[in-house]
T-cell receptor, first 114, second 115 residues
Framework: EAGVAQSPRYKIIEKRQSVAFWCNPI?????LYWYQQILGQGPKLLIQ????????DSQLPKDRFSAERLKGVDSTLKIQPAKLEDSAVYLC????????????FGQGTRLTVV | QKEVEQDPGPLSVPEGAIVSLNCTYS??????FMWYRQYSRKGPELLMY????GNKEDGRFTAQVDKSSKYISLFIRDSQPSDSATYLC???????????????FGTGTKLQVIP
């Protein structure tokens, strides 16, 4: 079974630039999550999709972050404009559904904003 | 006060030692408790999953939950160099019908097992 795929693995951008991350979840998984993991901290949920609908985006900084999941499969997370404090690993995860089932994580995209 | 507190370490132990990793939490509504292992430059992977209080054993790993003290532990017996990783505790409130889990993670404890 293929795991959660993310790209790119690494990205370095200057502040105020924009960046996009892509995620392909495990086939058949209805729930997709984007987490932000700052160095030395645990993952923080940014947004959770159930199929192509948003069920939780309460911690997503909506003035600069956006995410979409077209057709309920792949997802993109965008930051525009980036700030220095956005430097982190952005993890995508998926699960069969959002109720008590194991979430599988991708390897993450390491973003450095300079 | 953070909802979930975890000592970041690092924790360094000799091979074969028993390792104890711990988290405390403040939200008494948490019902599901998880431990994730995260190798360097990798995503977290689920190690153990327990519901409510009690112990759960899986090979060299034992997860323990004490809801009265709001304290959870992960014990690793006969630790191996391959256990060197960051261990994240995580927990969530039991979802009601139509609801979805929201998982809150600890900061993670970095463990190094020295051969």
């Amino acid at each position: 079974e293929a795991g959660v795929a993310q790209s790119p693995r690494y990205k370095i951008i200057e502040k105020r630039q924009s960046v996009a991350f892509w995620c392909n979840p495990i086939s058949g998984h209805a729930t997709l999550y984007w987490y932000q993991q700052i160095l030395g901290q645990g993952p923080k949920l940014l947004i959770q999709f159930q199929n192509n609908g948003v069920v939780d985006d309460s911690q997503l900084p909506k003035d600069r972050f956006s995410a979409e999941r077209l057709k309920g499969v792949d997802s993109t997370l965008k930051i525009q404009p980036a700030k220095l404090e956005d430097s982190a690993v952005y993890l995508c995860a998926s699960s069969l559904d959002g109720r008590n089932t194991e979430a599988f994580f991708g390897q993450g995209t390491r973003l450095t904003v300079v | 006060q953070k909802e979930v507190e975890q000592d970041p370490g690092p924790l360094s132990v000799p091979e074969g030692a028993i390792v104890s990793l711990n988290c405390t939490y403040s939200n008494s509504a948490f019902q599901y408790f998880m431990w994730y292992r995260q190798y360097s430059r990798k995503g977290p992977e689920l190690l153990m999953y327990t519901y409510s209080s009690g112990n759960k054993e899986d090979g060299r790993f034992t997860a323990q939950v004490d809801k009265s003290s709001k304290y959870i532990s992960l014990f690793i017996r006969d630790s191996q160099p391959s256990d060197s990783a960051t261990y994240l505790c995580a927990m969530s409130v039991q979802p009601w019908s139509g609801g979805y889990q929201k998982v809150t993670f600890g900061t993670g404890t970095k463990l190094q097992v020295i051969p």
